[in-house]
């Protein structure tokens, strides 16, 4: 199976309410983009038009890695107009409020999966069937998890079990796919002498690494190295903390409440899927949240509170007070729904014209916000699995 082989196998328009006027403050734009994550061209765009960073809003985040179209606003009563290789700008009103989260409405999929079996294409109508039906297991997805070090854990749990130190090596050495030599190589020496902070300062480059050693060198509480964190990347490590212990409570929900189970890997976690519910599993599921953890969590049932109890416990967090008061951040709180069942899903295939002698399946379907398109696809690609139930 391959996804994004072209710019165009992966296209996502988002959906919004966009409360146009006809002299707002707000300039409100539509932007297409391709090869960039959103913040790194909202970035590029505060340098270009010569505007600050705090005058763009955005309603949410969209991937790399995929042709994207989304709405912002700039706070500049100028009319820019842009289009170059990557990505057009084009203005189309104002409005009286900045864009936000709470104007998206959904987004719009459509994908193309490539070098595929004709086995394949016939197992994934036979999925993307039962997916209009019963929908799937609203996961956050592998995205989501970009902080995660597989052998060293979640930077925001470290921090909860008060242990700076652990995760400012999670922040200072763990590798990423996307690092080039030079900084893998930096964080190989990190990791070597970590706990000599002297040589930790020298072979630092950037000034963030500086301050964290300088400050661990003077002897200081290295709690205090932690406030050296921007607020942006603190708000990335618990979001995806925050995501972890959410597919970990739907999982074992899962598991507890459905008879077959289908398996897709991910970085923190398999995805547990099921099949074709029982009506009443179903009846259960389709209306039920589960608030990500924070201090001012509320469960719709028993079961699910019991069920975050118990993986808590496990982690050493009973108890624990998820407010980080010394970094003056409180984790955040919202429900995410359990179950969500994608809008006017198609699915057909066809001769790859990539992959020779291998088929393609084109999809689209519309998804609420908050839900990812790659997560249907690994529901529609799970494969069956025994679990054992405790």
């Known amino acids: 199976m391959k996804i994004k082989v072209r710019p165009e196998d992966f296209q996502v ?62 706070k500049d009563r100028r009319e820019f107009n842009i289009k170059e290789k990557n990505y057009t700008l084009v203005p189309i009103g104002t409005m009286y409020r900045p864009m936000g989260p709470d104007l998206i409405r959904g987004n719009r999929f459509r994908i193309t999966v490539r070098k595929l079996r004709e086995q394949d294409t016939r197992r994934v109508a036979e999925a993307s069937a039962e997916v209009s039906r019963w929908g799937f297991i609203n996961y956050f997805d592998d995205q989501r998890f970009g902080s995660y070090a597989p052998k060293q854990g979640f930077i925001a749990e470290k921090i909860l079990l008060d242990r700076p130190l652990d995760a400012l ?36 480059e950037t000034g963030f690494e500086k301050n964290i050693f300088s400050t661990l060198l003077r002897g200081r509480d290295p709690r205090d190295a932690l406030r050296l964190i921007g607020r942006e990347e603190l708000s990335m490590y618990v979001a995806a903390y925050q995501a972890f212990l959410w597919n970990e409570t739907a999982r074992r929900l899962t598991v507890q409440v459905s008879r077959r189970i289908l398996r897709y890997r991910g970085i923190a976690g398999d995805y547990l899927f099921y099949r074709t519910p029982e009506i009443e599993e179903f009846s ?9 953890v924070s ?11 019991r069920l975050l109890e118990e993986i808590l416990e496990e982690r050493g967090l009973k108890g624990v007070k998820f407010n980080l008061q010394f970094l003056k951040y409180r984790f955040p709180s919202f429900n995410r729904k359990v179950v969500v069942i994608p809008e006017d899903l198609q699915c057909s295939s066809e001769t790859d014209e990539v992959y020779s002698n291998y088929r393609a399946i084109r999809l689209s379907f519309t ?19 025994d679990i054992i139930r405790k």
């Not at 998804?367 to 494969?383: D, Q, V």
């Open 284 to 292: 259960y599921l389709k209306d039920l949240t589960i608030p990500v």
């Open 295 to 305: 201090d001012s969590m509320v469960f719709q049932d028993k079961r699910t509170s």
């Open 13 to 74: 328009e988002e959906i919004a309410y966009l409360p146009l006027s006809e002299d707002g403050p707000y300039r409100v734009y539509h932007l297409k983009k391709w090869g960039w994550n959103t913040l790194d061209l909202l970035r590029r765009l505060s340098r270009t038009l010569n505007v600050p960073f705090q005058a763009i809003s955005y309603g949410g985040k969209k991937d790399r890695y995929a042709l994207t179209t989304q709405y912002i606003t700039i």
């Open 169 to 204: 090596r999670i922040i200072l050495t763990h590798i990423y796919p996307e690092d080039k030599k030079a900084e893998r190589q930096r964080k190989r020496r990190l990791r070597e002498c970590w706990g000599d902070w002297q040589r930790c300062l020298e072979v630092s």
């Open 367 to 385: 998804l609420p916000k908050g839900s990812y398109g790659t997560m249907l696809l690994k529901r529609l690609f799970a494969i069956e699995c």
